[in-house]
């Protein structure tokens, strides 16, 4: 990869093509995984590598662009989900092909793992699934759930909390407290707004870029 984000944008040109509004969602969650990693903790590349894995944790959708196309809003059959599910495994082999870390690449094969085992794709758990994986996870449910979506309205804030209260158990408890303290803090606005973000996404790349 060469020169930031705008240079990886122009590259994968169709994710703008065919994929715009999950644009908006990877933003989301990436803002929101390097926030977690700092509370947690973790080093600056270890938060780069969540922001750059947060936004392309859905990459893998791409592939599937030709098989759901023009059936965005209807149910999907219990066939049609099973093939659904590889867009995370796809997402990990593009990545894989295009030289990204090892563990930018096993964040996004994992970011659909739950701690009791009943994620995807190899049904791991706790510790098992690796750690910015378990950040992504805990990131994408909330902002899908913050996030309007053909079969439903966003819910408000408090309301995808007590969703995701409910089903804890999908979650590493301490990137869960982590979590909370992010959304219940002043921080969250800047956070979910989508404008504030690109210039903090794009040194993110680059600073990646320049050690690679």
Not at 57 to 77: A, F, N, P, Q, W
Request: overall charge negative.
């Amino acid at each position: 990869m060469s020169e930031g984000i705008h240079e990886y944008k122009k590259k994968y040109h169709i994710i703008q093509l065919n994929m715009e509004k999950e644009i908006s969602h990877g933003i989301r969650v990436s803002n929101l995984a390097f926030r977690i990693g700092q509370e947690l903790g973790c080093s600056r590349e270890e938060c780069h590598n969540l922001a750059i894995a947060g936004f392309l944790h859905d990459i893998g959708k791409m592939e599937l662009e030709k098989y759901i196309s023009g059936h965005e809003d209807e149910t999907l059959t219990i066939e049609e989900m099973k093939y659904v599910r590889w867009h995370a495994s796809f997402g990990a082999s593009i990545l894989k092909k295009e030289g990204y870390p090892e563990e930018i690449i096993e964040m996004v094969r994992h970011h659909h793992e739950n701690c009791d085992g009943s994620g995807y794709p190899k049904n791991l758990t706790r510790e098992e699934i690796p750690f910015g994986a378990r950040i992504l996870r805990i990131c994408d449910v909330f902002a899908a759930l913050t996030s309007d979506r053909p079969y439903r309205k966003a819910f408000d804030i408090d309301t995808a909390l007590e969703l995701m209260i409910e089903e804890s158990r999908y979650y590493d408890l301490e990137v869960f407290l982590a979590f909370m303290r992010v959304v219940h803090s002043r921080e969250l606005p800047a956070l979910l707004e989508r404008s504030s973000l690109g210039q903090h996404l794009e040194g993110c790349f680059s600073d990646w870029s320049e050690q690679k």
